[in-house]
Structure formats: C-alpha cells, structure tokens
C-alpha cells in the first residue's frame, strides 16, 4: 500500500492541524492505520493508532486529550487531528499501514513520506 501524508505546515502555539493520509494500491480497509512523529534529534515515537473499522482508537499519553483520529474509509484516508498545540509538538509526522492495533513502529509495514509540522510559541 502507497500513503501519502499532507497537511503539516507551521502553526502557532494553541492552534490546530489536520493532516491526512491518503492510502493507495491495497484495501485500505484491511489495514490499522497509525502516526508517529520524529522531532529533530529524537527518535520516533507513537502518536495514535485506530483500528481497521476505525471502531477503536488509541493514543499516546502526551497527546490524548488533544489529538484525535479518524478514517473514512470512502475516501482512503485517515486522519490526525491535533487542538491545543505546543511547541513540544513540532516533529515530521508519519503515517503507517499495519495489521495489528500495535503501537510500535516495527508493527506496520508501510509508511508514507512525513509531514513536517511546526509549532511556534
């Protein structure tokens, strides 16, 4: 499966996002679908993750509460929405396709490019 992440951009501090991923080449539908984040110097770590029916989400305790997932799944895509942004939340954000609710990196198989998303304070 191909993906392709979108929607980074530079926010202010307590602003918003919404970026999407575009699935392509398999079943989206077959897929848990989930997003990490790298800051500069950092390693990657998980943000969220929801299931193939998107019946069930999951999400990173640095973020829960401000950050959501979603998939629709007519138009192959999912989802990362992000309120109450903070510096601490500027990182490249990736997409990734996998088969198990899992939120480690080495559980998905596809990843899309990275979307850079800047937050100033």
């Known amino acids: 499966v191909q993906l392709q992440a979108s929607g980074g951009g530079l926010v202010q501090a307590g602003g918003s996002l919404r970026l999407s991923c575009a699935a392509s080449?398999?079943?989206?539908?077959?897929?848990?679908m989930g997003w990490f984040r790298q800051a500069p110097g950092k390693e990657r770590e998980f943000v969220a993750t929801?299931?193939?029916?998107?019946?069930?989400?999951l999400d990173a305790d640095s973020v829960k509460g401000r950050f959501t997932t979603s998939r629709d799944s007519a138009k192959n895509t999912v989802y990362l929405h992000g309120n109450s942004l903070k510096p601490e939340d500027t990182a490249v954000y990736y997409c990734a396709a996998g088969r198990r609710f899992r939120t480690s990196g080495a559980e998905y198989d596809y990843w899309g490019q990275g979307t850079l998303v800047t937050v100033s304070s």
């Open positions: 929801i299931s193939w029916n998107g019946g069930n989400t």
């Open positions: 080449g398999r079943t989206f539908s077959n897929y848990v």
